[in-house]
């Protein structure tokens, strides 16, 4: 069964590092999506991605952080200048035009 | 603003049923999902059901809507100590590609 796929599953930062997260979505889908769960907290949707450009973006998406889909398979999220509470668990999650959402396994970023 | 609340725990007993309850605000909605959390993994997508449907199935698991009074609930029959985890509801609204608001997360715990 097609699945979403995220590298990697852990990454310890210093702060004021730059970080890349990589996402693999599934292959048909069309919009693309980042999440976080910071621990002990409601998951938070960051930003959607569709027709190769931003469709939504929260307002914890601010200029520190960009998407990008550099290929047909990828989808990054990146985090210029880490701060210590961008230390989440960050989704990655991909869908058709309707029906289910799919994530990833998630990325847990530690930013000490 | 758009909300989405769930109770935080649930305890049942080996084979009985567990209900899961989550309320929304957003009358928009279109689609509402249920996910299942596992400790340390990601958001596995159990079903989801179109707003304009009552109830769906999926053998051991019932969706009911209530539209009227935003109420959706998730009834796990014959309910196995591997379903302890935590189970997240969530509503996207009437965009394609729209962001899902998330509840907080119901932990269920099976007693055998």
């Known amino acids: 069964e097609p699945e979403v796929t995220q590298t990697p599953s852990h990454q310890v930062t210093q702060m004021g590092q730059e970080v890349i997260l990589r996402c693999v979505p599934i292959?048909?889908?069309?919009?693309f999506y980042w999440y976080r769960q910071i621990l002990g907290q409601k998951v938070e949707f960051l930003v959607s991605?569709?027709?190769?450009?931003?469709?939504?973006k929260s307002e914890i998406f601010d200029d520190q952080f960009s998407v990008e889909r550099p290929d047909g398979s990828n989808f990054t999220l990146k985090i210029r200048s880490t701060k210590l509470e961008d230390s989440a668990m960050y989704f990655c999650?991909?869908?058709?035009?309707?029906?289910?959402?799919?994530f990833g396994p998630g990325t847990r970023l530690l930013v000490l | 603003g758009e909300d989405v609340e769930q109770s935080l725990f649930l305890s049942v007993r080996e084979g009985d049923s567990s209900v899961i309850n989550c309320t929304y605000t957003?009358?928009?909605?279109?689609?509402l999902y249920w996910y299942k959390q596992e400790p340390g993994a990601g958001l596995q997508l159990l079903t989801y059901?179109?707003?304009?449907?009552d109830m769906k199935q999926d053998q051991r698991l019932t969706v009911l809507l209530n539209k009227k009074d935003k109420h959706l609930s998730l009834r796990i029959a014959d309910t196995q100590t591997g379903d302890s985890a935590i189970y997240f509801c969530?509503?996207?609204?009437?965009?394609?590609?729209?962001?899902?608001?998330f509840g907080q997360g119901t932990e269920l715990s099976v007693k055998p």
């Open positions: 999650a991909s869908s058709e035009e309707t029906g289910g959402r799919y």
């Open positions: 292959s048909n889908h069309l919009y």
């Open positions: 991605f569709y027709n190769n450009e931003i469709s939504e």
């Open positions: 957003d009358s928009s909605s279109t689609y």
């Open positions: 059901i179109f707003s304009n449907m």
């Open positions: 969530a509503e996207r609204g009437h965009n394609q590609g729209g962001k899902l608001i």
